[in-house]
């Protein structure tokens, strides 16, 4: 795999078939940048990029991948019952790949490292002051990587995002909500439908990772991504079934909901965990990387949530043939 030096900077991207490092793959691929997308199983239908097939848990396997990268973006992510088994040996895995390539590693972050927010909107200096299970081992795995950069071993961006909708995002909080837009049938959000949180569409995300990788004062930091603007659960909701052509109709997800989901779904079960994100505001002041940025412009929710409810209904047609 070793890449001549006259070539363009190569891009590594790992957990290219999530919904984040798909967007990456397809906005790099679109835009004639060389990729490689790291993939347990290559898609049906490949992007414009170099697929490789491997399980980033096999170290060997992973440093190998990342030979000849300038720029890797460490996008994987599994169930959550698998996290505390699987997310430390595949970060130590795509760490010591990139120091070994001497390329620059982009770690997708989110915000459960903050727990309760102490600040509305928050900042980057808000305390890591998670107590929760996932939120620990996101600040233990961020800080395996900031002491690789302070050691000048790797240089590290953390791009910090709150929670993804948009095409290819099948989660259980948004697929839900747009399968039952295009139903009718009713939706769910947690906790409370009436308390401002941010989302950012998923093709912004992407692109503020491209940026973010391939601007050399980015390194070092984290950096708010917060999206066009909070919104509570049931402006949102209501934005779909609009855009779906249907009447709104949403309710509450509870704790003894997710308890009793639990029983059958261990996700459903780790959901619990994180309800206190949806019961009181989550919002991220992004001041910090537009004005890095100035040029960036996020997608409004309203053309956002249109283009995911299309996406929504061609899987639907697709499905149904």
């Known amino acids: 795999m070793n890449i001549p030096n006259d070539q363009p900077p190569l891009h590594v991207v790992f957990g290219a078939t999530g919904s984040i490092g798909a967007e990456i793959v397809k906005q790099l691929s679109a835009n004639s940048e060389p990729v490689r997308a790291v993939v347990r199983t290559v898609p049906e239908i490949p992007e414009q990029a170099e697929y490789v097939e491997l399980n980033a848990t096999q170290q060997t396997a992973t440093v190998e991948a990342c030979q000849g990268a300038s720029y890797i973006y460490h996008c994987i992510s599994v169930p959550y019952h698998q996290w505390s088994t699987v997310m430390p040996s595949v970060t130590k895995n795509v760490l010591e790949g990139a120091i070994q390539a001497q390329a620059k590693l982009v770690f997708i972050g989110n915000v459960y490292g903050y727990g309760n927010f102490q600040d509305h909107p928050a900042t980057e200096s808000h305390p890591l002051a998670a107590t929760t299970n996932k939120g620990t081992l996101r600040n233990n795995l961020e800080s395996m990587l900031w002491e690789a950069h302070g050691a000048k071993q790797v240089e590290v961006v953390i791009p910090r995002f709150p929670d ?97 989901a639990g029983l059958f779904n261990a996700d459903a079960k780790e959901m619990i965990e994180l309800l206190y994100e949806f019961s009181e505001p989550l919002t991220l002041n992004g001041g910090k990387f537009t004005t890095q940025f100035p040029n960036f412009k996020f997608t409004t929710h309203e053309h956002a949530v249109d283009q995911t409810v299309q996406w929504y209904k061609s899987q639907s047609n697709h499905n149904a043939q």
């Not at 692109?207 to 050399?216: D, H, K, S, V």
């Not at 079934?241 to 003894?256: D, E, F, V």
């Open 164 to 260: 993804f909708y948009g095409p290819g995002v099948v989660n259980g909080l948004m697929k839900p909500i747009f399968t039952g837009a295009i139903s009718g049938k009713k939706s769910m959000w947690p906790a409370a439908l009436n308390v401002d949180h941010d989302l950012v569409f998923i093709e912004d995300a992407a692109r503020a990772c491209i940026e973010l990788a391939t601007c050399n004062d980015s390194y070092g930091e984290s950096w708010h991504v917060p999206g066009a603007g909070p919104l509570t659960g049931q402006k949102f909701i209501e934005m779909a079934y609009r855009a779906a052509g249907s009447k709104p109709a949403m309710g509450t997800l509870q704790k003894w909901m997710l308890s009793m």
